[in-house]
């Protein structure tokens, strides 16, 4: 991880930002990112494996590189069991659940293609998964409240601070201006958004858009076109992010 999420600083960002209640506690995943050479975060893929595998081969990582989803890799596109495979048939592969996995879960939507093994793996993912002062959540956090009053559903499905929610001005990401450095996909953007404490991988490959990864290490993002045939989306929910391209 890069240089800044050395966890040893005030003491100010690390503990008052990674308190969560008992029930997302129940789901939250620590790692300790210096146990790989490279973390990367990769954005929503939505059940489009040929997209995954171009991008896998992008950036060619290594056992010893640590690969972390944000979540929804199923539904919408052509083959969700081909995503879920991949992902949980490396050791170093780990994903947080989706608001799409909530759904598989819950019963509310069916997926024919999923394994049993799909399933038992969509079950097990974990809401947050977290290190030092950064953490991967699929939706993201409301920044008017603690992380610790925050409830699974929110954290799945968080995106617009507007009464009216969807995709309203103003998003959470734009507001969030302190530690820790939330990870999250769900919200589909033009492009990749990166503050120092928000990053957004949901370039909406299954709708046309690229898939997106962040190198954490590098400080940049790899993306790549779609293989698979995909769904439209008007205009008006695709965000363009209100933040300069970094890199
Ligand atoms: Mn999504």
């Given at each position: 991880?890069?240089?800044?999420?050395?966890?040893t600083s005030?003491g100010?960002?690390?503990?008052?930002?990674?308190?969560?209640?008992?029930?997302v506690?129940?789901h939250?995943?620590?790692?300790d990112?210096?146990e790989?050479d490279?973390?990367?975060?990769?954005g929503?893929?939505?059940?489009c494996?040929?997209t995954l595998?171009?991008?896998?081969e992008?950036i060619?990582?290594?056992?010893?590189?640590l690969?972390?989803f944000?979540?929804?890799l199923?539904?919408k596109g052509?083959?969700?069991?081909?995503?879920?495979?991949?992902?949980r048939?490396?050791?170093?592969?780990s994903?947080?659940?989706?608001?799409n996995?909530?759904?598989?879960?819950d019963?509310?939507?069916?997926?024919d293609?999923?394994t049993?093994?799909?399933?038992e793996?969509?079950?097990?993912?974990?809401v947050?998964?977290?290190?030092?002062?950064?953490m991967?959540?699929h939706g993201g956090?409301?920044?008017?409240?603690p992380?610790?009053e925050?409830t699974?559903?929110?954290?799945l499905?968080?995106?617009?601070?507007?009464?009216?929610?969807?995709y309203e001005?103003?998003?959470w990401?734009?507001?969030q201006h302190e530690h820790p450095?939330?990870?999250?996909?769900h919200?589909v953007?033009a492009?990749?958004?990166?503050?120092?404490?928000a990053?957004?991988?949901?370039?909406g490959a299954v709708?046309?858009?690229?898939?997106?990864a962040?190198?954490?290490?590098g400080?940049?993002?790899?993306s790549v076109?779609?293989?698979e045939?995909?769904?439209?989306?008007?205009?008006?929910?695709i965000v363009t992010?209100?933040?300069?391209?970094r890199c």
């Open positions: 991880m890069s240089k800044r999420d050395d966890g005030d100010s960002k690390g503990d008052v930002s990674l308190r969560f209640s008992e029930t506690e129940a939250h995943e620590r790692i990112v210096d790989w490279r973390t990367y975060v990769v929503d893929v939505h059940g494996p040929h595998d171009r991008l896998l992008e060619d990582p290594s056992d010893n590189d690969v972390l944000v979540g929804d199923v539904r052509p083959d969700s069991h081909a995503v879920v495979e991949t992902v048939e490396r050791d170093n592969f994903a947080v659940r989706g608001n996995e909530q759904k598989i879960i019963g509310r939507k069916t997926v293609e999923l049993d093994a799909d399933r793996y969509i079950e097990s993912l974990p947050v998964i977290s290190w030092d002062d950064g991967v959540v956090i409301d920044v008017r409240k992380l610790s925050h699974v559903g929110e954290l499905n968080m995106r617009s601070l507007a009464p009216e929610g969807g001005r103003p998003f990401f734009e507001q450095r939330v990870f999250f996909g919200t953007m492009r990749p958004f990166a503050t120092d404490s990053v957004g991988l949901d370039t709708y046309g858009g690229k898939l997106t962040y190198d954490c290490l400080d940049e993002f790899i076109d779609p293989v045939n995909y769904e439209s989306r008007s205009d008006d929910s992010p209100n933040v300069p391209v």
